[in-house]
């Protein structure tokens, strides 16, 4: 989420199964959400985004869910793959600005 | 990575010399974003653009200073390097008429010595 420790969370999965990974934010003004990916030794890539109107939203193999009474977001992959290995991270809008989260890490087991 | 290069992809310099990175987006987006990426710390707006001559501080701007002459172009420097600034630095770029989504450049690593 938008608090972060020194060390990356983890989510290690099987190829095929369904990842969800989390976020919660901190900012009840926050009004719109990204969710990123990033490979190692590349910038923040685009996965997906909401609006903090909707609960729900769906692309090619990802949903995210927004629960704004309880401040939290989820990225559900489907069917991992191994190019899905990398980390993840939100990031929320409120003004102008976006506050990024830490991320996670998405390891992918063949 | 939308457009957008980072020159240089990695430097290193000694503590105390003036560094400048340089962001160069081919979108024609009117904001264009300086980040900086460090382990525990995630991502965080050093400053930021919103027209050519208009920037802004954003969370972590003590020590950092930017110019944007041209739309295509954003410049980061580094008056006098210290080694707190050692970070992987990110350019990003957005347009009010094009979607709320900031999109990022390939990252900038820099190691001051």
């Known amino acids: 989420g938008e608090s972060v420790g020194l060390h990356l969370p983890t989510l290690s999965v099987q190829e095929g199964d369904n990842s969800i990974i989390n976020c919660a934010y901190s900012?009840?003004?926050?009004?719109?959400f990204i969710w990123y990916k990033q490979e190692s030794g590349k910038g923040p890539q685009f996965i997906i985004d909401i609006r903090s109107n909707m609960d729900k939203r769906q692309g090619q193999r990802v949903t995210v869910l927004l629960n704004k009474t309880v401040k939290h977001l989820s990225l559900q992959i489907a069917a991992t793959q191994p190019g899905d290995s990398a980390v993840y991270f939100c990031?929320?809008?409120?003004?102008?600005?976006?506050?990024f989260g830490g991320g996670t890490r998405l390891m992918v087991k063949p | 990575d939308a457009g957008i290069t980072q020159s240089p992809r990695h430097k290193v310099t000694e503590t105390g010399t003036p560094v400048t990175l340089r962001c160069h987006q081919t979108?024609?987006?009117?904001?264009m974003y300086w980040y900086r990426q460090d382990p525990g710390h995630g991502l965080r707006l050093i400053h930021y653009?919103?027209?050519?001559?208009?920037?802004d501080k954003g969370e972590v701007s003590d020590g950092y200073s930017v110019s944007r002459s041209k739309t295509e172009d954003f410049l980061l420097t580094l008056e006098s390097a210290t080694s707190s600034q050692t970070s992987v630095y990110f350019c990003?770029?957005?347009?009010?008429?094009?979607?709320?989504?900031?999109?990022f450049g390939p990252g900038t690593r820099l190691l001051v010595l």
């Open positions: 653009s919103y027209g050519v001559k208009d920037t």
């Open positions: 990003a770029i957005s347009d009010p008429g094009q979607g709320e989504t900031q999109y």
């Open positions: 990031a929320g809008r409120a003004g102008n600005m976006l506050t």
């Open positions: 979108e024609n987006h009117r904001y």
């Open positions: 900012n009840s003004a926050s009004d719109y």
